[in-house]
C-alpha cells in the first residue's frame, strides 16, 4: 500500500499547492493594484498593526479530522478489493511535526514554501493471507506493519514532484520501495485538481515475498517456482478532486491507477496486472 501512502501525502497538500498557484497567478495584479491605489491616495500604507494582529491570532496548529475510506487490492496482485474505513487525520505542528493518514507521526527536517524534506513513521497495510483466495495456500501469510519513510517534494508554480522510501521495520519481509511522483495542480473556484504519473520501485526483499514462489511454497501451493529480483513494481496515474464546503468542511477524492510491471505482472501469484488504489474523505479543519 506504500502508493496509497503516497496518495495520501498528496490528498494533504493541495491547500499549500493551491496557495503558490493562485499567488503566482495573482502577484502581477497585486502589484499593480497597490501601485494604484498609493498613485491615487498619494499615501503609504502601514500594515504593521493588521501582522501583528493576524501573527497573534495565527495558530502554529493546523488540526483536521474525519472519516476516510480506502479501496485497495486484498493483496498485491490481487483482482478482488478490500474496503478499509479509518479516521482521516490531517494534524501538523508548525509545518514542522505532523500526522496525516499513514503517516502515524512525521517531521519536516527541512521545509520551506515550496519544499519538504523529512521522515515518518508510516502504517502499511499492504498484507497476504492465504484466506484471501484459494491459490495463496502454501505461500504463507504477509503481514502488515510499521515502515521507516523518507521523503522530499518540491513545488514549481503548478507542478509538484515527489519521492518517497519505505523500509520495512518490523521484520516481515517487506523489503525496500521507493514511489516517484509528479503532479500538477490546478485551482477553480473551491475546487483543485490534481493528475500526473509515477512509478515505484522495488527492491529484491519486496518482490520476493510478494510475488515470488520459492521451491517449498511451490511444492505446498502447486504453483510453479518463480525467481524474482529487485525492479519497477509498477507504474501509475495518480487523480485528485478536493472541494472546500465551507471555511472548515472539506472532502477529497483521490485514486492511483496503476499498471503491475515485470516480475510483479509475471508472476503466477499475480490474477490482475491493473490495479486501482482509492482514498476518500471528508474532514472538519478547526
Excluded: C
Excluded at 28 to 57: L, R, V, Y
Excluded at 147 to 155: C, G, I, Q, S, V
Excluded at 260 to 272: D, F, G, R, V
Aim: hydrophobic residues 40%.
Amino acid at each position: 500500500m506504500t502508493a496509497l501512502a503516497a496518495v495520501w501525502r498528496r490528498a494533504n497538500k493541495p491547500a499549500r499547492v493551491a496557495l503558490l498557484l493562485g499567488a503566482a497567478l495573482a502577484s502581477g495584479t497585486a502589484a499593480q493594484s497597490a501601485h494604484a491605489n498609493d498613485a491615487d491616495t498619494g499615501t503609504s500604507t502601514d500594515m504593521s498593526t493588521d501582522t501583528g494582529a493576524t501573527a497573534a491570532t495565527d495558530s502554529k496548529w493546523k488540526i483536521g479530522v474525519g472519516p476516510g475510506l480506502v479501496i485497495t487490492p486484498r493483496y498485491p496482485g490481487s483482482r478482488q478489493l478490500s474496503y478499509i474505513p479509518f479516521p482521516a487525520l490531517d494534524i501538523s505542528y508548525d509545518d514542522r511535526f505532523f500526522s496525516q493518514g499513514p503517516d502515524v507521526l512525521g517531521v519536516n527536517v527541512l521545509r520551506g514554501p515550496a519544499y519538504h524534506l523529512g521522515a515518518a513513521l508510516s502504517f502499511d497495510f499492504q498484507s497476504r493471507k492465504e484466506s484471501d483466495d484459494p491459490r495463496l495456500r502454501g505461500l504463507g501469510d504477509v503481514n502488515g506493519g510499521p515502515k521507516l519513510k523518507l521523503f522530499a517534494d518540491y513545488t514549481i508554480w503548478a507542478f509538484t514532484g515527489a519521492v518517497a522510501l519505505y523500509q520495512d521495520i518490523a521484520g516481515h519481509h517487506q523489503g525496500t520501495t521507493v514511489t516517484t511522483d509528479l503532479v500538477a495542480s490546478a485551482p477553480v473556484g473551491g475546487w483543485l485538481f490534481s493528475v500526473g504519473p509515477g512509478f515505484t520501485w522495488a527492491n529484491g526483499t519486496y518482490t520476493r515475498t510478494f510475488f515470488g514462489v520459492s521451491d517449498q511454497q511451490s511444492a505446498a501451493s502447486g504453483l510453479p517456482t518463480y525467481n524474482t529480483s529487485a525492479g519497477v513494481r509498477d507504474i501509475h496515474m495518480n487523480a485528485q478532486v478536493t472541494y472546500d464546503f465551507s471555511r472548515h468542511w472539506n472532502g477529497s477524492i483521490s485514486a492511483t491507477f496503476g499498471r503491475l510491471e515485470h516480475n510483479a505482472a509475471n508472476s503466477p501469484i499475480t490474477q490482475k496486472r491493473f490495479e486501482l488504489n482509492t482514498l476518500a474523505s471528508v474532514n472538519y479543519r478547526f
